[in-house]
Structures are given as structure tokens and as C-alpha cells.
């Protein structure tokens, strides 16, 4: 089975700042990962995924994330952070083989302050 | 350029009353449709997916079903509506290695 983690359920910074928000998974394959973001009362729209290849991937929105094998991690990132980029983050892995589920973490609030 | 489209916007609906919910995929053909829930404040679910017409598979049992009478039409229903199905609906499509798109979501509130 699949997990993702994101242990920080809320986080609060100021403009300008560099942002890093952590996803941590459990699969024992190659895992195929997505971030989504969620604005207040909208719906998700999706931000980066890395499939496979270079583990630095980037991006709508100025966004990028980095894929670590070594400690399953797959932190997004952003700099500077902009108080626009206030909302939900949603750190998501997709298992290979033909089930099409889609896990999700729990979500990390970010705040930026302006 | 494909569009999603999800009705009603919202609901609010009495314990025990049925439900139905819809989703169209224009501009795609034969995609891979989905249906998540989202509690208030909460993560996101996947109840359903479908990747042919006709066929769909359950991922999770809430008292939930789902149909796909057309290829592009995705439909999610019950029944009999608990207090527990409340919250945000969302269809998507894609996925399957790939990212998903979702639309607007249906808000349901059930009292």
C-alpha cells in the first residue's frame, strides 16, 4: 500500500521568503508524484508532477519541486514566496500498475504574510 | 481545449433524500474520469474511477455509487444521503501516470 505524508499542516511566512513544503511518501516502487494547489473555495489545479528523469522539476506558477529517492521526499518549493500563493498544497502519488488511484496527503495550509 | 463540467454548483439536501451529481467532459475522448470527495477542511478521497463507458470501479464504500452512461457524462449518486456525505465533490479526468484535471466541484451539504 501507498502513503503520502505532509507533516506540516499549517505554515505561515512573509513575503519575499523562500517556501519549502514537505511531502514524504511510502511505496516500495517507482512512484509517479504530483503536487496540486487548492485556492480558497476552489477546486485543485495542478502544479508539477515528476514522472521519471531529472528530479529537479518545475512548474506552473513558479513553482518547482525535488524528488529524493534516498529519504522519499518530494518537497516543493518556491522563492520568493508571494502572498498570492496563499492557500492549500496537496502532495499526491500515483503507484504504477493499472489501478488508477491517486493518493493523497493531507494538505499543507501556507499563509504568506504581505 | 478540453472543459469539465460540474452540476449543481451546490446542494443542500435532507438525511435520507437521494442524490445525484454530474460531471461532462468536452474536447477528450474516452478519457479516464474520476470522482473525489473532499471533507471540509480535508484531504481528497478517490471514490470512483472509470476508464471505458459502461464500466466503473469502486475504490472506497461510502453508500456512493457512480455510473458512466457516455463517454463524456460521469455520474455520482445514492440513494439515500447520510450526514457523513457531505462536502466537496470533484470529477476530474486524466491521470494514469499523469495529472488529473479537476472541475469546479459540487458543494454538498446534507441536514
Known amino acids: 500500500a501507498q502513503s503520502v505524508d505532509q507533516p506540516d499542516a499549517h505554515v505561515t511566512l512573509s513575503e519575499g521568503a523562500s517556501l519549502e513544503l514537505r511531502c514524504s511518501y511510502s511505496?516500495?516502487?517507482?512512484?509517479?508524484l504530483f503536487w496540486y494547489v487548492q485556492y480558497p473555495g476552489q477546486s485543485l489545479q495542478f502544479l508539477l508532477k515528476?514522472?521519471?528523469?531529472?528530479?529537479v522539476v518545475k512548474g506552473t506558477k513558479g513553482f518547482e519541486a525535488e524528488f529524493r529517492k534516498s529519504n522519499s521526499s518530494f518537497n516543493l518549493k518556491k522563492s520568493p514566496a508571494h502572498w498570492s500563493d496563499s492557500a492549500k498544497y496537496f502532495c499526491?502519488?500515483?503507484?504504477?500498475?493499472?489501478?488508477?488511484?491517486?493518493?493523497f496527503g493531507k494538505g499543507t495550509l501556507l499563509t504568506v504574510t504581505p | 481545449a478540453q472543459t469539465i463540467h460540474q452540476w449543481p454548483v451546490a446542494e443542500i439536501k435532507a438525511v435520507g433524500s437521494p442524490l445525484s451529481l454530474g460531471c461532462t467532459i468536452k474536447?477528450?475522448?474516452?478519457?479516464?474520469l474520476y470522482w473525489y470527495w473532499q471533507a471540509t477542511g480535508g484531504t481528497l478521497q478517490q471514490l470512483f474511477y472509470?476508464?471505458?463507458?459502461?464500466?466503473v470501479e469502486s475504490v472506497v464504500q461510502l453508500n456512493l455509487s457512480a455510473s458512466r452512461p457516455k463517454d463524456d457524462q460521469f455520474i455520482l449518486s445514492t440513494e439515500k444521503l447520510l450526514l457523513s456525505h457531505s462536502g466537496f465533490y470533484l470529477c476530474?479526468?486524466?491521470?494514469?501516470?499523469?495529472?488529473?484535471?479537476f472541475g469546479k466541484g459540487t458543494r454538498l451539504t446534507v441536514v
Open positions: 476530474a479526468w486524466g491521470g494514469q501516470y499523469t495529472e488529473v484535471f
Open positions: 511505496y516500495s516502487a517507482a512512484p509517479y
Open positions: 474536447g477528450k475522448s474516452s478519457p479516464n
Open positions: 515528476y514522472i521519471t528523469g531529472d528530479t
Open positions: 499526491a502519488l500515483e503507484r504504477g500498475g493499472s489501478n488508477y488511484k491517486l493518493t
Open positions: 472509470s476508464i471505458t463507458v459502461g464500466q
